[in-house]
C-alpha cells in the first residue's frame, strides 16, 4: 500500500494505481473524495486541482504515486475563509469549477493575504468556468482581501 495524508488524514492505495492519475485514487472506492473533478484530463480546466504540500497541482495528470508521504488537500478539506467567502457570496452557478477555483485560491491567500484584484485573476487564469461566474467569484475574492 501506498500511504499519504489527505485533508490531514493518513490515506493509502494499492501499490498498483501508482502510475493511475491521482484524481482516478482520490476519487475511488477506497478513497472517497469525490471533490475533484474530471474535465479535460488535459491540465487545461482546472477542475481536478489538489494542494499537494500547500502547492497547486492537476490531479488529473499527476501519477498517484507521486504523493506518497506528501499531504494532499482537496477543496473538502479546505473549510476556510475564501471556501466560505465564495459559498457565503453565491459567487458560483453550477459549482462544477468550485472545487477547482478553491484550490486554487487557498494557494494565493495562503502566501498573501490581502491580494490584488490583478493578483486574484492570475491565479484563478488557469480555472476554466463554462457557466461565466468568475465575476462573481473575482468579487467574493476581493471582499476577503479587503479591496
Not at 15 to 43: F, H, I, N, Q
Not at 45 to 53: H, K, M, T
Not at 66 to 71: L, N, Q, S, T
Amino acid at each position: 500500500m501506498t500511504a499519504f495524508r489527505l485533508n490531514g488524514d493518513a490515506a493509502q492505495f494499492d501499490d498498483g494505481d501508482r502510475d493511475t492519475p491521482l484524481l482516478y485514487v482520490l476519487r475511488s472506492p477506497a478513497v472517497g473524495d469525490m471533490t475533484a473533478k474530471l474535465g479535460c484530463a488535459r491540465e487545461e480546466c482546472g477542475a481536478c486541482r489538489v494542494l499537494v504540500d500547500s502547492e497547486p497541482a492537476y490531479a488529473c495528470t499527476l501519477p498517484a504515486g507521486a504523493v506518497e508521504g506528501r499531504h494532499v488537500e482537496t477543496a473538502a478539506g479546505l473549510d476556510t475563509p475564501v471556501r466560505r467567502a465564495l459559498v457565503e457570496s453565491n459567487a458560483t452557478q453550477c459549482g462544477y469549477c468550485l472545487p477547482g477555483i478553491v484550490v486554487a485560491a487557498q494557494a494565493l491567500f495562503r502566501t498573501n493575504p490581502k491580494p490584488s484584484r490583478a493578483e486574484i485573476a492570475d491565479a484563478l487564469d488557469r480555472q476554466l468556468c463554462r457557466c461565466g461566474s468568475h465575476p462573481r467569484v473575482l468579487g467574493a475574492l476581493l471582499d476577503l482581501g479587503g479591496e
